[in-house]
């Protein structure tokens, strides 16, 4: 069943407190870049440094008497999940696979949760996830296909129409599309004319790929800047596809080159530490994608990064991405 606004409104009052109310502050320079007010909100600023706890938190409340929850996850949903579920009281077992960066592995760790690295990639983790479910009765969070997840989600796009209501474009970065639907179905509830834009890098980028196909496709995963949004959407979606299919005005891709770029800009221009996969619609507006001629928001989703790779952007260096280069070079304004 497609979730409406208010549910979205009882997901709000299910994460008061914990995993809402982050602040939405100004980019001067992408102010400087587009001509026009451009608002990023802070979901690096999380307690789990991401989105992730909104749709967890609301998925796991109301679990009742359950063996436990499982889920797999490129990290966030996962420390998400693994957070919802200490403070419930109950155990869970995070399935991911061998790409998911250590530093996303160690912080579910450290919330209790028992981690199990399958394979190379979500399908492989999803396997294990599903043997959990049939064999040892855990209940499964999905991370993005599942209406809880999706209201959760779209919490954020009640907050930002509440923070500034004139905002007309919002630029949210995709993946397996549990955040934008959330988002998409929020915000234009609230104002049907609101924009609002799906970004993905462009390798393996499986929601635009389903979207274009008319049906949920297979995606190859691959490593990128943007490892959170990696990963499929589930060719049994139910969703979040045809959820992103009705609620998005577009889809856009951008190449690890213009991650790499818009990496640098929130981290010089805004001071912001975040992941590559927070910085897609930054990239997109920088790259000439999206024209904006009104206020704007992005959502800053995540801080989890790896500071290794982090550092070596900040500071210019090349990145290897399994077979692939990406040049790079310090950072130089460009507006
Ligand atoms: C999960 C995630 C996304 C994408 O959310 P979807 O609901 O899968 O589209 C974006 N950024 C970060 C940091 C994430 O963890």
Redesign the pocket.
Known sequence: MIPTLADIYAAARRIRGVADGTPLVPSPFMRGHTGADFLLKLENMQPIG???LRGALNAVDGLGDVAGVTCCS????GRGVAYAARASGLSAVICMSSLVPRAKVDGIRALGADVRIVGHSQDDAQAEVERLVAEEGLAEIS??DDARVICG?GTIGLEILAQRPDIETILV?????????GVALAAKSINPAIRVIGISMDRGAA?YESLRAGRPVAAEELPSLAD??GGGIGLDNRL?FPMCRDLLDETILVTEEQIYHAMQVLYFEDRIVA?G??VVGIAAVLAGKVTLDGPAATIV??R?LDMDLFTQVITGQPVQLGDRLVAGQPYRRTA
């Open positions: 991401a989105f992730k490129t990290g966030n949903h991370p993005f989600q970065p995709l993946s397996g599309g549990g955040l934008a639907a929601m959170s949004l979040s992941e996969a927070c989703t995540g989890n």
